[in-house]
C-alpha cells in the first residue's frame, strides 16, 4: 500500500490544518464556495493560522469563520457591530491578520454605520460581505442589496434601490475594494490573496446566491443570473512576495501593482482598459453599471499609500495587549508629580 | 429645625461665624467665572479650610445661567448645603430669583445699578459698582468682561479676610505660567479689594480663619480621579463617545496617557485611544480589544449605557474583560444631562437581556474613584466580565478635596490566561471548562503559537469547548457556571464599609456620593439623640456584611439618588427575610442630595 504525504504550503502546513468544522449551510450555498477560496488562500499564502482573528457578525454568513481556519481564534459578535470588534481587536494586536465575514444584511442594513467608520479608520483587515440580497436566516426578506425589480422567491418585487457597498467604500476611502462571485473561485482567491497582502481595510463583495431564498428566475442575485451577466474588469493575477516570478506581456497589455510586503497584483486588461488605482474612474464605472444592469467584477479600487489605522495610531512594534506591567504603569513618581500639581 | 443646625446655633451665639459657610456665585454660562470660583475656592483652601466646590450649569456653551457653590466647613463636611449665606448676583437675568432665595440676614453682593436692595430689605446688602472698577482693570472691553469676575473675588476676599498672599499663589496656579494673564488677573483682584476697603463697611459676621485641615490634600474632580486609576492600571485601550458628564473622564485620561505613557526614545505610544461613532461602536471595540488581551475601557453616561446593553450582555455570555465607567446623570431619555442622578444602578447592574446580572462597584469618595477604577481592571481579568463603574456627576465633575493618591501595591493582575507553554503543560485547553471550581474558565489570547490554543467566541448557546450547542444540559451547565463564578465575585469585589455607633437602634444604607451627605446626617442626628450605624455598599453584588448589618437593626434606611428606591429593592431581593426592616430616603430633584434633606427625612420617620 502506498500512503502518500499531503502536499504542504511554505511554513510546512497542510490545506487540511487551514480547514474549519464541517458547514451546516444548505446544500450548494455561495458561501460555502467562498469558506473554500478563503481556506485555499490563507493556504497558499502561508500565513500563520495562530496569528489570523476571524470575525463576524450575525446571519447565514456570520456563522461561516466556523468553517474555517480552526486554528485561529474567532469573534462571532453581535448583529452589525462586527466592525467596532475588529476595531477593538487591531488596536490591541495589529501584529495579527484580520479577516471579517459578514452579510448583506449585517453590513448594508443593521451595520452600515460601523461599516462606513471601520472603512474610514482604513482599520487592516480583510472585509469580506457575502451578498445574497436576502435575509437567509430569517427566510428570505429583501436586504438593502437586493436590486430595485428583483422578485423574492415570493413574488414581492423590491421597489427601493440598493445600496452599492462597493461605491460606498470608494467614497468613504477605502483602500481596496473588489468585488467577485462566488462561481468565479479563480478570481476570488486572487482577489483574497491581494487583500492579505493590503495594509488598510480591503473590501471585497461577493455575490453569493443564496440557493434556498434567492436562486429563482428574476432574481439578480441567482447563479444563473450572475454566471451570465458576469463581466470581469480584468484577468487577475496575484504574486506573492515569497515567489517573484516575471512573465512577458504584450506593452500596455498589463498593469502591475505593487504592495507594501513586496507582492504583485498583475491585472491583465481588457477592452475597458480599466485602472483600478483611479477612485473616479472607479465610483464612475460602478455607476454606469448600475445603470446598464452589468455586473461588474474584479479589482475596482486600490491605493495603497493610504495610511492604516494602526499607523496612526502610532503604536510600537509589540502588540499592546501583552506589554508588560514595567510599560504600562507609570513610575511612583509620576504619580507624586501629578499629586504635587494637585496640592 | 434650628436645634439641629450645628451651625446656626454657633451664628447666634457668638455673632462671628468663621469657616462655616456656603458662598454662592450667580454668572452667565461662559462669561469665563470658572477661573475666579476656582481661584476663590483654591485661596480658602490654602488657608487650611475644608471646602468644597460645585458647579450648577445648564446644558448650554453659553448665555444660560450657572450657578457656583463654594461651601467652606471647618468640620470638613463637603456635601451640598441648601442653604446660601453669601450670594455673588452677577446674573442680571436670575438676580431677582437669586436674591429671592435667600434666608433672612444672609448677604448679598451685587453690582449696584440691579438695586437689589429694593427686593429684599431683610438681606443685608453690599452693591458694588462693577463696571465702573471693571473701567479701571482694562481699557478692552472683552477683558473687562472676564475680570469682573475678578472684581468680585476682589471684594469679597476683603469682606471675609481671605488672605492676599494665597490668592497670589491660586491665580499664578490657575494660568500657569501666562504672565501676563497672571497681571492683568491679579490687578483686578486688587481693585476690588482696595474698593471693598475703602468703600464697604463690614456688618456681616462671616470670616475665614487659617486652619491646617487641608495640609497635604489635594483638590481633583472624581473624573480626574477615575482617569488616574486607569492609568495606573496600565489601561492599553480606551475607547470612548463624548457625552456629559463623563467626557472629562476620557479627555483628562488622554491628556495623561500623552504625557506619560508616550516612549521618549521611540515617540510610540502604549495605548490606544479610538473616538468611536456611537456607544455600540465604544462598548465593540473595548470589548473587541479586551478579548484580544487589552487592559480597555470605555466610559459614558445613562444614555450611552442604553445603547450598550446588547454587547453588555454578549461581554458577560461570552465571558470577555472590560471596564465601563457610568457617570450617572439624571435620566430618562435626554433627562437634565447636567444634572446629578444614582438612577442608573438596576440598568447597569442587569444591563442586556437574557439572564444578565454584572459586578458594579460604586465608589463613594475622591480616592475611591482612583483606587475602584483601578481595581475595576483587575476584577475585569480575573472574573472574565465587563465591569462597571458607577459615578455620577457630582462625584465626577465637582471638584473635591482629598487625600493624595497611592500608588498601587499590588502587581497587575491579568486573570486565568494560558500560554503556548501552559497549554502544553496542561495537556488540554477548554475555554469554558471550571478546572478551579469558583466557576472562573481559562482563556487564551489571539497570537498564542499552540495547536490547540485556539476557540470560537459566539454569543449563541457553547459548550465548554466553546462549541455551538442548543442542548438544554450544555446550557444549564453554562448558565449555572456563570452565576457560580458571580457567587464567587461576592468574596472578591470591594467589601462594604461598615461604622457601627453603640446603641444606635437605626441603621443608614448609603453608597457612591451620598456618602458626602451621610457623614454630616449622622452627626445632625447625633445631636437630636438618634444615634445611627452606617453601611456604605461599594460593590455589587452584596456580600455579607449587609445581613449582618440589617440584622442587627431595628430598621435601617437606604438613602439614594434617585425615584424608585433601586438599592432598597435590590437589597430587599437579596434579603428577602428581613424586607420589612428596610425603609427608604431618596432624593431625586437633580441636584446633589444634602445632609439636611436626609436628617430631615429620617427624623420625620422616626417620629
Known sequence: ?343 | MNTLAVGSKEKLEKGRVVNDFSIQVATVNGSGSQSSNSVLMRSIFQMGIPVSGKNLFPSNIAGLPTWFTIRVNKNGYVARKSDIEILIAMNPQTAIDDVKSLSTGAVCISPVELKLDAIRKDVLHYQVPFTELAAKASENLKLRKLLMNMLYVGVVAELLNIDHGQIENSISKQFEGKTKAIDLNLNAVKIGREWARENLKKEDPYFVEPMDKTQGKIIIDGNAACALGSLFAGVTVVTWYPITPSSSLCEQLIDYLKEYRIDKESGKASFAVIQAEDELAAIGMALGAGWAGARSMTSTSGPGISLMAEFAGYGYFTEIPTVVFDVQRVGPSTGMPTRTSQADLISAYTLSHGDTKHIVLLPGSIIECYEMAGEAFDLAEKFQTPIFVLTDLDLGMNNWMSDPFEYPTKPINRGKVMTAADIEKAGVFERYRDVDGDGIPYRTLPGTDHPQAAYFTRGSGHNEKAGYTEKPEDYLNLMNRLDKKFQTARKFVPAPVVSVEKGAKIGIIAYGSSDFAIVETRDQLKVANIPTSYLRVRALPFTDELRKFVESHDHVYVVEQNRDAQMRDLIRLELPDLAMKIRSVRHYDGLPIDAQFVTDAIMEQER
Request: hydrophobic letters at 35%; proline letters at 5%; one cysteine or more.
Open chain 1, 1 to 343: 500500500m502506498v500512503t502518500s504525504t499531503p502536499p504542504t504550503n511554505r511554513i510546512g502546513l497542510t490545506m487540511a490544518e487551514y480547514k474549519g468544522a464541517p458547514s451546516t449551510l444548505c446544500d450548494g450555498c455561495g458561501h460555502d464556495a467562498i469558506t473554500a477560496q478563503i481556506i485555499k488562500a490563507f493556504y497558499e499564502l502561508g500565513k500563520e493560522p495562530h496569528m489570523v482573528a476571524k470575525l463576524s457578525g450575525i446571519g447565514c454568513s456570520s456563522k461561516t469563520p466556523a468553517y474555517f481556519l480552526n486554528r485561529s481564534h474567532g469573534f462571532n459578535s453581535v448583529h452589525g457591530r462586527m466592525p467596532s470588534v475588529a476595531t477593538g481587536v487591531s488596536a490591541a494586536n495589529h501584529t495579527l491578520s484580520l479577516i471579517g465575514v459578514s452579510g448583506d444584511g449585517d453590513t448594508a442594513s443593521i451595520g452600515l454605520g460601523q461599516f462606513c467608520h471601520l472603512v474610514r479608520r482604513n482599520v487592516p483587515m480583510i472585509y469580506i460581505v457575502e451578498n445574497n440580497g436576502v435575509y437567509g436566516l430569517t427566510k428570505g426578506q429583501f436586504s438593502a442589496t437586493a436590486d430595485l425589480g428583483s422578485k423574492a422567491k415570493s413574488g414581492v418585487i423590491n421597489e427601493l434601490p440598493p445600496i452599492d457597498l462597493c461605491g460606498l467604500a470608494i467614497e468613504l476611502g477605502c483602500s481596496f475594494v473588489g468585488r467577485s462571485f462566488a462561481g468565479d473561485p479563480k478570481q476570488l482567491v486572487a482577489l483574497l490573496k491581494a487583500a492579505g497582502s493590503h495594509k488598510g481595510t480591503a473590501v471585497i463583495d461577493v455575490i453569493s446566491p443564496c440557493v434556498t431564498f434567492n436562486n429563482h428566475e428574476g432574481s439578480t442575485k441567482a447563479y444563473k443570473y450572475a454566471k451570465e451577466m458576469e463581466t470581469p474588469l480584468h484577468e487577475l493575477g496575484y504574486i506573492p512576495f515569497f515567489e517573484q516570478i516575471s512573465v512577458d506581456y504584450e506593452p500596455g497589455s498589463m498593469q502591475e501593482v505593487e504592495m507594501h510586503d513586496g507582492s504583485k497584483i498583475r491585472l491583465k486588461k481588457t477592452e475597458r482598459n480599466y485602472d483600478p488605482t483611479n477612485q473616479t474612474q472607479a465610483i464612475l464605472t460602478i455607476k454606469e453599471a448600475h445603470d446598464k444592469k452589468e455586473f461588474l467584477t474584479g479589482l475596482l479600487y486600490i491605493n495603497e499609500d493610504k495610511e492604516d489605522f494602526s499607523t496612526i495610531m502610532n503604536v510600537g512594534d509589540a502588540p499592546l495587549a501583552t506589554l508588560p506591567q514595567e510599560i504600562t504603569r507609570p513610575a511612583k513618581s509620576v504619580l507624586e508629580e501629578i499629586m504635587a500639581g494637585l496640592k
